[in-house]
């Protein structure tokens, strides 16, 4: 029996007596642990999937021991640009022993026999009983709107090209033109 079980948005096959590196737990060494998101059980050649998960399917588990893997070079570099750079990086686990892989049935409900039954007693019909009519309530008064006018719609005119207009004369006023013939 084998199954197929998501633990921290990851998937692991695994099987009784198992021994499988997950990612950290918390959780200290020598506890048990559930995992009730099961995808898939195989039963001896009997396949059941999930949708997305298989119901009442659990998987239980012991933990061994924590630790850290071993270190992972990470190097960036751009080329012509002077920039490079080295780090490392150790990823933390959790060392879990599978114990057992679960599948419990679903209650299955036995068909109902027809048992003789006592003869079922008939209710009194209810007895239509007047009701007062509803009142309803007054219509609304419609208020007078100012009637709402469309604006014409804009005709496309072409335009005449621009010219530049000439300067007005700037004709002298009457009381200049009257002083003027006075002087002469």
């Not at 119901?55 to 012991?62: R, Y």
């Not at 686990?93 to 022993?97: A, K, L």
């Not at 008064?141 to 604006?151: G, H, L």
């Given at each position: 029996m084998y199954?197929?079980?998501?633990?921290?948005g990851k998937q692991f096959?695994?099987?009784?007596?198992?021994?499988?590196?997950?990612?950290?737990?918390?959780?200290?060494?020598?506890?048990k642990l559930k995992f009730s998101n099961v995808l898939l059980v195989d039963d001896k050649g009997k396949?059941?999937?999930?949708?997305?998960?298989?119901?009442?399917?659990?998987?239980?588990?012991?933990v061994v021991e924590h630790g850290r893997d071993r270190?992972?070079?990470?190097f960036k570099k751009k080329r012509r640009k002077d920039y490079e750079?080295?780090?490392?990086?150790?990823?933390a686990?959790?060392?879990?022993?599978i114990d057992s892989i679960t599948v419990a049935k679903a209650k299955e409900t036995a068909p109902k026999v027809a048992t003789e039954k006592a003869p079922a007693t008939k209710v009194a019909p209810k007895v239509a009983t007047e009701k007062a009519p509803a009142t309803k309530a007054a219509p609304k008064?419609?208020?007078?709107?100012?009637?709402?006018?469309?604006?014409a719609p804009k005709v496309?005119?072409?335009?005449?090209?621009?010219?530049?207009?000439?300067?007005?004369?700037?004709?002298?006023?009457?009381?200049?033109?009257?002083?003027k013939t006075e002087k002469e």
């Open positions: 199954a197929i079980v998501e633990i921290s096959k695994v099987a009784k007596s198992d021994v499988v590196k997950i990612p950290l737990q918390n959780a200290a060494p020598k506890d396949v059941t999937i999930g949708t997305p998960f298989v119901k009442n399917a659990t998987v239980s588990a012991t270190k992972i070079i990470v750079v080295k780090r490392g990086h150790r990823q686990y959790t060392m879990i022993n008064v419609a208020t007078e709107k100012a009637p709402t006018t469309k604006a496309a005119t072409e335009k005449a090209p621009a010219t530049k207009a000439a300067p007005k004369k700037v004709e002298p006023k009457k009381s200049e033109t009257v002083k």
